[in-house]
């Protein structure tokens, strides 16, 4: 139980689009998905905490006018890179807490994302 | 504030044991593990939540101190599956900013035949 899934798997994009990334939890419930992307040979960063009916909170300094996250429902959130630059290429990873956990409890990973902006 | 991970790497032969050290200046609600291969995602191995708690399965097996300011994570007899970059997280509540986890910078850890 308790998986976590992401898609797309990878995907390229030309500079200046927009790219959306969906994370599902396929077998529970959960209030809260966190976002973290990670750089090559770097460790994984924070980005966001999605909080269902809410608005997500940021990390300070990720931009939250670039990085658009909704929470819609109890098994689904979406990041979206706006205007994706270069520099914005990384591996993508979300996570989710379980509804009936304590939010510092385990969390669940998605299996990433990595976006590649030509 | 990010965790410390040391060592940053290890090279060991297989079956030798190793330990990675996690520590932070203030206490903790939880420390978690996780080994990620080159490529994958991170893949969870433990979380402890109590101070002077340890926990373990397989041969893997974990410790967080009294304090819960200081975690160990300990590979008995390793195996070549061992081989990735093990990373602590921390739970940090940021008081209005983004909760999450801080993970620390990775210990790589290579097991040759």
Redesign the interface.
Same mark, same amino acid.
């Given at each position: 139980g308790a998986v976590v899934s992401q898609h797309p798997s990878w995907v390229i994009c030309k500079s200046g689009t927009s790219v959306k990334i969906e994370c599902r939890s396929l077998d529970f419930q959960a209030t809260t998905m966190f976002w973290y992307r990670q750089f090559p040979k770097q460790s994984l960063m924070l980005m966001a905490t999605s909080n269902e009916g809410s608005k997500a909170t940021y990390e300070q300094g990720v931009e939250k006018d670039k990085f658009l996250i909704n929470h819609a429902s109890l098994t689904l959130s979406t990041l979206t890179v706006t205007s994706a630059h270069p520099e914005d290429s990384s591996f993508y990873i979300c996570s989710a807490t379980p509804l009936a956990g304590a939010v510092y409890g385990q969390q669940y990973f998605g299996p990433g994302t990595r976006l590649t902006v030509t | 504030q990010?965790p410390v991970q040391s060592p940053q790497a290890v090279i060991l032969r297989e079956g030798e044991d190793a330990v990675i050290n996690c520590s932070s200046s203030k206490a903790l &609600?939880?420390v978690?593990w &996780?080994r990620q291969k080159h490529g994958?995602?991170?893949?969870?191995l433990m979380?402890l !939540?109590k101070g002077g708690e340890q926990k373990g399965h397989d041969k893997i097996s974990a410790s967080f101190n009294e304090k819960k300011q200081q975690s160990s994570l300990y590979l008995t007899a390793s195996q070549l599956s061992y081989s990735g970059t093990y990373?602590c997280?921390t739970?940090r509540?940021s008081g209005?900013?983004?909760?999450? !986890?801080?993970?620390?910078?990775?210990t790589h850890l290579i097991i040759q035949p």
């Open positions: - | 990010q &609600y939880s978690h &996780y994958e995602a991170p893949v969870f979380i !939540l990373f997280g739970w509540n209005g900013g983004a909760d999450g !986890l801080t993970f620390g910078k990775g």
